[in-house]
């Protein structure tokens, strides 16, 4: 069973809420990412963790906040976000991080929009 | 430079007509491994297929195949008799070095029509 969940499905938020986006697998997997996707682009990679670690933060700022509390669990925690920031968010998960073989499987995304 | 190229933004077909999407790749490393996506406009990334440097035995899947040619840095991925629940947008993805990180190309937005 290859299966990411994700909540939200859908968010809209202010630039003054602070909300979170919550990821889970249940696959056993020992490395989860979050990506960011605009309209028409590719997934753009944010955060890896591996082992519950941090492994890398590909220059986010510091808005956007990931927490992974165990490994089935990833949360990004949202604060003063701007519109830019609306975008389809996506989480993955994949078996081990810093393997070339790794297939990395995603979940349905939320959908965020900042007023 | 690691870097995926998707040449084809958008391309519509008519059902049941065979279609080829392009993926050209760029590594310096001798291993790799290469990946397919399909989005439907639901959102989720599904995998569809990896592949690594070296592979080159084509392979079919149902109605899907795919091309491997390291001569050409290409591997292409063709859909016969297209279904208009085909209609998608289409990743190559390219894993780089140990890192976890995937290149992904521009993608290709497929429609069939019915």
């Known amino acids: 069973d290859t299966e990411v969940t994700q909540t939200p499905k859908h968010l809209v938020m202010g630039m003054t809420n602070k909300k979170s986006l919550k990821c889970e697998q249940h696959?056993?997997?020992?490395?989860m990412y979050w990506y960011k996707q605009k309209a028409k682009k590719p997934p753009e990679l944010m955060f890896v963790?591996?082992?519950?670690?941090?492994?890398i933060n590909e220059s986010v700022p510091s808005r956007f906040s990931p927490e992974c509390p165990n490994s089935s669990l990833l949360n990004l925690h949202l604060h003063a976000l701007q519109p830019e920031d609306s975008a389809l968010y996506l989480c993955?998960?994949?078996?081990?991080?810093?393997?070339?073989?790794?297939?990395?499987?995603f979940g349905p995304g939320t959908r965020l929009l900042v007023l | 430079a690691q870097k995926v190229t998707q040449a084809q933004t958008e391309i519509s077909v008519v059902e049941k007509e065979d279609v080829t999407l392009d993926c050209v790749y760029e590594?310096?490393?001798?291993?790799?491994?290469l990946f397919w996506y399909k989005q439907p406009p639901s959102g989720e990334l599904v995998f569809l297929i990896r592949?690594?440097?070296?592979?080159?035995q084509n392979e079919i899947s149902g109605r899907y195949s795919w091309n491997f040619q390291k001569s050409t840095s290409s591997f292409n991925f063709t859909i016969t008799a297209s279904q208009v629940v085909d209609s998608a947008v289409y990743f190559c993805?390219?894993?780089?070095?140990?890192?976890?990180?995937?290149?992904f190309g521009q993608g290709t937005t497929l429609q069939v029509k019915p």
């Open positions: 993955a998960s994949s078996q081990d991080a810093g393997n070339l073989i790794e297939t990395q499987y």
């Open positions: 590594t310096r490393d001798t291993t790799y491994y």
């Open positions: 993805a390219l894993s780089v070095s140990n890192t976890g990180k995937l290149i």
């Open positions: 592949r690594n440097s070296f592979d080159e």
């Open positions: 963790y591996s082992y519950e670690k941090l492994s």
């Open positions: 696959m056993g997997h020992r490395a």
